[in-house]
């Protein structure tokens, strides 16, 4: 049974580790590397060059490789696009509500739902664990929820549909749609289906 138990961690670590890409919270490492970007001012401007984020949430901006760098926050820029392995990813900067300490993120969009535009967004950090010698990496996925066009958006956590948290947040982003609430209160939906439930709202529910 332990030379079954030591393979299984052997392969999964083999298995994490093969499957090893940019990650988000590599990009709020003090030694992040640059990433071809384009920012956007809330003058309406905006910056190409290369950035990458650090762990304040501000961009460090260049417009060339050997340019000084220049720092950007919440302050004078709205979101930042970043192309990270082929790829262009938007985040955008979100006042998180009842949050006294970190609250000022950079979050990514996950979708807009409803006639009334509901936006969920998440932040995904990657971390590592050492297990008996064995080491491997995790990934974390946060979600937010706010209205389309407002500053502000609402913690949901790791997305548990089942928590009481929950339960009180959705009586107030889908009051309209009692059909969902009860849905949501019966446990209709999977634990962590969150975005099954956005869909729902999305293809169900009129505001």
Known sequence: ???????????TCIILNGQEKTSFSDLFSFSAS????NLILRSGDTLSGIARINTQEEIIFKKKEKDEKIVYNYKTVS???????GDEIE??????????????MLLEPYGVFGKDKLNLFVD?????YNM??????????TYFIGENN???????????????KFKKIAKDYFKSCPDLLEKINN?????????SIMEYYDQNCER
């Open 34 to 37: 640059y990433y071809k970007a």
């Open 1 to 11: 049974m332990k030379k079954i138990t030591t393979l299984i961690l052997v392969f």
């Open 91 to 104: 985040y955008i900067y979100k006042i998180i509500i009842g949050r006294r300490i970190n609250g000022i």
């Open 132 to 141: 008996n010698g064995f080491q491997g990496n995790t990934t974390k996925t």
């Open 150 to 164: 407002n500053t502000g958006v609402t913690h949901l956590g790791i997305g548990n549909t089942y928590s009481k």
């Open 187 to 195: 446990k209709y939906f999977r634990r962590y289906g969150i975005r």
């Open 79 to 85: 979101k930042v696009i970043l192309e990270i392995d």
């Open 124 to 128: 995904i950090s990657s971390g590592s």
